[in-house]
C-alpha cells in the first residue's frame, strides 16, 4: 500500500484541499491482488487505491469516459506483418501507466482511511 500511495504522490496525482460548496466527493478503497509465480508460489501482493465513481453521473460528474487499448484486429495484424518480415518483438509495461493522463474534470475523493497526510 506504501508503494502505491507513493507512487500517487510522485506523479502529482492529488493534492489536498478542502471542498467547494457546489462539489461532492467519491469515496476510495484498496483492493488487493495476489500475483503468483508459475510454479503457484507467492511472487507479491499488489495494493491499488481505487475511487469508488460507481456513485458518478455522466453529465454532472463527467462528460466521457476513455481507455486508449488497441484493437484486437490491430493486434493481429501487426504480429501478422512482424512474423512475415521475421521482426523481433518486444513487450514492455509502463508501471502506473493510467496515471500519466490528464483529466479535464476535477474530482474530489475521499483520502483513503489512514492517510497520514490528510
Known amino acids: 500500500m506504501n508503494l502505491e500511495l507513493q507512487a500517487l504522490e510522485q506523479n502529482g496525482t492529488w493534492e489536498l484541499t478542502s471542498l467547494p460548496p457546489d462539489k461532492r466527493t467519491i ?22 487505491l481505487v475511487a469508488k465513481s460507481y456513485n458518478q453521473f455522466e453529465g454532472v460528474d463527467y462528460f466521457d469516459n476513455f481507455s486508449p487499448v488497441a484493437k484486437s484486429v490491430t493486434l493481429r495484424v501487426f504480429f501478422a506483418v512482424a512474423a512475415s518480415m521475421s521482426w523481433p518483438l518486444f513487450q514492455l509495461d509502463v508501471n502506473n501507466a493510467f496515471l500519466h493522463e490528464h483529466l479535464d474534470e476535477e474530482v ?6 489512514g492517510y497520514a497526510k490528510a
Do not use: C, H, Q, T
Not at 474530489?108 to 482511511?113: G, Q
Open 108 to 113: 474530489y475523493m475521499d483520502p483513503p482511511e
Open 27 to 48: 469515496g476510495s478503497r484498496w483492493v488487493f491482488k495476489l500475483k503468483l509465480n508459475p510454479d503457484g508460489s507467492i511472487d507479491r501482493y499488489k495494493a491499488r
